[in-house]
T-cell receptor, first 112, second 112 residues
Framework: DSGVTQTPKHLITATGQRVTLRCSPRSGDLSVYWYQQSLDQGLQFLIQYYNGEERAKGNILERFSAQQFPDLHSELNLSSLELGDSALYFC???????????FGPGTRLTVL | QQQVKQSPQSLIVQKGGISIINCAYENTAFDYFPWYQQFPGKGPALLIAIRPDVSEKKEGRFTISFNKSAKQFSLHIMDSQPGDSATYFCAAFTGGGNKLTFGTGTQLKVEL
């Protein structure tokens, strides 16, 4: 158990809908990262937050957004969903000054 | 642009054999090179990591070999066991860039 929690574990929705994925980092970790894992694209970095502020952006679509709240949990919002958004979404957290990222168990999103 | 190239895509090894997975990178700003192990339905978990100031790091049956001049690093799994069957990802991190760049993954199967 990495100490990073993600909810929900599975999510099934329809095209055009909007969903919110939630992540709670390890206690004390200020950095939260979001990744998308699909069969054809592998693990892709989406976005990073540090103590409530956006720090780095990767291959995140404009339909996707994220935020980190004062209690350090983070949410990834996916809107106008398309079939191609079906994937595993992972959250990871990192202690300031350390390099290691700890991954959560992921949320499997299926868009029908 | 794929910044971390990983090979092979899949690997079958007999129990007790040596599994070798290779990665190559392009960005010389990378300063931390972790390997992650992922079982089906789980998030990636850190296996072992190395920094570019050392050429080899060993932890139990797992060894990273690092060649800075060639910009290559590899994972060796000695005495491979069926329980090692998983997908392995190499990655590279730059503190300045604040993100992990992953290789495409290697699906390892250890047969009895």
């Amino acid at each position: 158990d990495s100490g990073v929690t993600q909810t929900p574990k599975h999510l099934i929705t329809a095209t055009g809908q909007r969903v919110t994925l939630r992540c709670s980092p390890r206690s004390g970790d200020l950095s939260v990262y979001w990744y998308q894992q699909s069969l054809d694209q592998g693990l892709q970095f989406l976005i990073q937050y540090y103590n409530g502020e956006e720090r780095a952006k990767g291959n995140i679509l404009e339909r996707f957004s994220a935020q980190q709240f004062p209690d350090l949990h983070s949410e990834l919002n996916l809107s106008s969903l398309e079939l191609g958004d079906s994937a595993l979404y992972f959250c990871a957290s990192r202690l300031a000054g350390d390099s290691e990222q700890f991954f959560g168990p992921g949320t499997r999103l299926t868009v029908l | 642009q794929q910044q971390v190239k990983q090979s092979p895509q899949s690997l079958i090894v007999q129990k007790g054999g040596i599994s070798i997975i290779n990665c190559a990178y392009e960005n010389t700003a990378f300063d931390y090179f972790p390997w992650y192990q992922q079982f089906p339905g789980k998030g990636p978990a850190l296996l072992i990591a190395i920094r570019p100031d050392v050429s080899e790091k060993k932890e139990g049956r797992f060894t990273i070999s690092f060649n800075k001049s060639a910009k290559q690093f590899s994972l060796h799994i000695m005495d491979s066991q069926p329980g090692d069957s998983a997908t392995y990802f190499c990655a590279a991190f730059t503190g300045g860039g604040n993100k992990l760049t992953f290789g495409t993954g290697t699906q390892l199967k250890v047969e009895l």
